[in-house]
């Protein structure tokens, strides 16, 4: 094993720096999703992207809720930072939901994965320009917190493979 890849498989993972990894990864969906449209590519090709799509915000979220935002609570964070980000998860939830009930041939379904392309970008500059350096201010343990975050996503992503067969 090479010097590089035995240090970085020994390196703690830092919870913002994972959060925003999957921040990059979606917007890159997005983007993909986007370009489909411009090419009129085949519906079952968006029917795919938006899955994958829906499948790592779901994920996102859930980590976010379940780890991330309750340990910034504790740490008293601002809280109406917190209470907008939930606010702005519902609203997420709620086009995941129905983009999930659809398909990519049916009336509405790109404006629905734009929009939310949208509110995921609104989200995202608000948590990475205030929410995590506020987090970072309160003394949160981030490797801790990255390690609590990696074990819970490795589940919710096996739970999506498992569902997938």
């Known amino acids: 094993m090479s ?3 035995k240090k970085s498989s020994t390196t703690k ?10 921040h990059r990864e979606v917007n890159g969906l997005f983007k993909a999703y986007k ?3 411009k090419a009129d590519a085949p519906a079952d090709e968006r029917d795919a992207l938006a899955a994958q799509i829906c499948d790592l915000l779901s994920v996102h979220t859930t980590l976010e809720e379940e ?12 809280s ?8 702005e998860h519902a609203s997420a939830k709620e086009l995941v939901a129905q983009l999930r009930g659809m398909r990519a041939e049916e009336a509405l379904f790109d404006a629905k ?14 948590e990475e320009d205030e929410l995590f350096p506020a987090c970072k201010k309160a003394g949160l343990d981030m490797v801790e917190l990255g390690a609590e975050l990696t074990a819970r996503k490795s589940e919710l992503m096996a739970e999506l493979e498992e569902e997938v067969v």
């Open 3 to 5: 010097t590089i890849a």
């Open 13 to 22: 993972p830092d919870a913002v720096k994972l959060l925003t990894a999957d």
């Open 35 to 37: 370009k489909a449209c």
């Open 67 to 78: 780890i991330f935002y309750p340990a910034a609570r504790a740490a008293e964070v601002d």
């Open 80 to 87: 109406a930072l917190l209470d907008e980000a939930e606010v």
């Open 113 to 126: 994965v734009t929009v939310l392309g949208e509110y995921v970008d609104h989200h995202v500059k608000e």
